[in-house]
C-alpha cells in the first residue's frame, strides 16, 4: 500500500521514527507523528468504524476532520478522529462500532452543549 505524501490540511508530514502499535490487538507499525489513518491506510486497513444503525463500514472520507468517518477508539478513548490525531509509540487503536457516549469530562463538550442549544432547531423552555 502507498502513503499519503501531502494531507491537505496537516501538509506533508514529517517522517518520524518507526514506530509500533496495534490495531484491535495486532501490533502493525507506522511513522510517529503521521496521522494515525495514513499508517492504517498503509497497511491495508481501510476499516475504522460501523455505523450504529445499520453496521455499515466506515473509512477516510474527508481526511481533514470535518466528518466522523475515521472515529476509532484510541488509547481507550471513543471518537478519535485518526485523519487528524497522531501517531505515537504504544498507541491502542480499535474499530469503533457504533457511537459512543458524549464524554462530559472532554473539555469540549460544554461547547458542544452550547452550541447545541444556541442551534434555531434548539427546543427552548421560554417558548
Known amino acids: 500500500m502507498s502513503r ?3 494531507h491537505p ?3 506533508a508530514p514529517s517522517k518520524g521514527s518507526r514506530v509500533v502499535f496495534t490495531y484491535d490487538g495486532v501490533e502493525m507499525e507506522g511513522y510517529e507523528g503521521e496521522p494515525i489513518a495514513m499508517a492504517l491506510k498503509a497497511a491495508g486497513v481501510e476499516v ?3 455505523t450504529a444503525k445499520r453496521h455499515e463500514p466506515r473509512g477516510i472520507f474527508c481526511a481533514i476532520g470535518r466528518c466522523t468517518d475515521c472515529v ?3 488509547d481507550g478513548k471513543p471518537n478519535v478522529r485518526t485523519c487528524m490525531t497522531p ?3 504504544g498507541m491502542d487503536v480499535r474499530t469503533q462500532d457504533g457511537v459512543a457516549p458524549l464524554d462530559l469530562d472532554d473539555p469540549r463538550a460544554e461547547a458542544l452543549v452550547a452550541g447545541a442549544a444556541a442551534s434555531p432547531a434548539a427546543v427552548r423552555e421560554d417558548e
Do not use: N, Q, S, T
Request: proline share 0%; glycine share 6%; charged share 15%.
Open 87 to 89: 501517531l505515537a509509540a
Open 72 to 74: 476509532m477508539v484510541v
Open 9 to 11: 490540511i496537516l501538509g
Open 4 to 6: 499519503i505524501v501531502e
Open 48 to 50: 475504522h468504524r460501523f
